[in-house]
């Protein structure tokens, strides 16, 4: 019951990251793909209405967002290690980063640069997703080369970090910043026409570039949602109770909190009681009529916890 089960669809960005950082593991683990677009019943009976791809699940503990996923990975399997050369905590903060601004910026590039090619119906979820109620397609295509030259600037942030015989970010072996980078060069290369030539302009990045995408995704295999589902009915929740004497917001478990993103993106807010709360994690545990007792676990940074 403790298999790496990755609900997540192929097109899907922030599941490359994870699918690499899978790689740099070297980890096994299960593949469950999901609809692009809601609705997502089967994922939404594991979380509680997150819908965002990708989501983990081990047993009855179900990771909501890449942070929580990737620093369960990390606590799971310690080696090869996210952190090499002594990084420890700077490729957290670089990827709040490169899942902000940097993809953002990837988005609006993505969506702005050819608008009429959009299926309509995809367009209006992922611009109301990354870019909250006001947003507007033709705003984006009109604001398309400033985005470009922001996003020109990073990528020499980049290339000028891989020169000079870096193998990857941190030095000889790949870590999570090489995730946290690569999935945006990903997404740009793949799902913008003008990707391939922009990021020529980039040799160091995209010598790097090959060599991450040769580390691969690891050793999955393919699982249907029902499978996954059953599972989590059949398995109990691994995490303890746990509080934090520390918490600003005085979060502690037994209490019913809502979670949800700090975007208004129109994300659905989960509802559950308090299993567990630190500085980085906090986890819910959920009653679903299809899978039972789950713990549903978000990180801090980057959502709102409310007393619900």
Not at 142 to 147: E, G, K, Q
Not at 230 to 235: F, L, P, V
């Amino acid at each position: 019951m403790s298999e790496i089960i990755l609900h997540h669809y192929p097109q899907s960005p922030v599941s490359e990251k994870v699918r690499v950082g899978l790689g740099i593991k070297h980890l096994a683990w299960a593949s469950v793909e999901m609809p692009r677009l809601p609705p997502k019943p089967d994922l939404v009976a594991l979380t509680g209405g997150y819908r965002r791809a990708p989501v983990m699940q081990i047993g009855a503990d179900i990771y909501c967002d890449s942070q929580c996923i990737l620093r369960e990975l990390q606590r799971r399997d310690p080696q090869p290690t996210f952190y090499p050369g002594g990084g420890d905590g700077l490729p957290w903060a670089l990827s709040r980063w490169t899942d902000g601004e940097l993809f953002t910026h990837a988005v609006a590039i993505v969506l702005g640069h050819a608008p009429a090619k959009l299926p309509p119906e995809f367009a209006a979820d992922r611009g109301r997703l990354y870019f909250g109620p006001d947003w507007n397609l033709e705003r984006l295509h009109d604001d398309l080369p400033h985005v470009v030259a922001q996003m020109r600037g990073a990528l020499g942030w980049l290339d000028q970090r891989l020169s000079g015989g870096r193998a990857f970010v941190l030095g000889s072996e790949p870590g999570l910043p090489d995730a946290a980078c690569y999935y945006i060069i990903w997404f740009l290369r793949g799902r913008w026409d003008s990707g391939t030539k922009f990021l020529a302009e980039f040799p160091a990045l995209c010598a790097w570039e090959e060599r991450v995408r040769a580390i691969g995704h690891g050793t999955p295999r393919e699982m249907k949602a029902s499978e996954a589902l059953e599972i989590a009915r059949a398995s109990e929740p691994a995490t303890p109770e746990s509080g934090d004497s520390n918490d600003p917001q005085k979060i502690a478990p037994g209490q019913r909190v809502g979670v949800v993103p700090m975007t208004d993106s129109g994300d659905a807010e989960v509802v559950g009681i308090v299993r567990a709360v630190d500085r980085e994690t906090i986890v819910l545990m959920r009653d679903d009529p299809r899978v039972g007792k789950v713990c549903v676990h978000f990180p801090r940074v980057g959502y709102r916890v409310r007393l619900n």
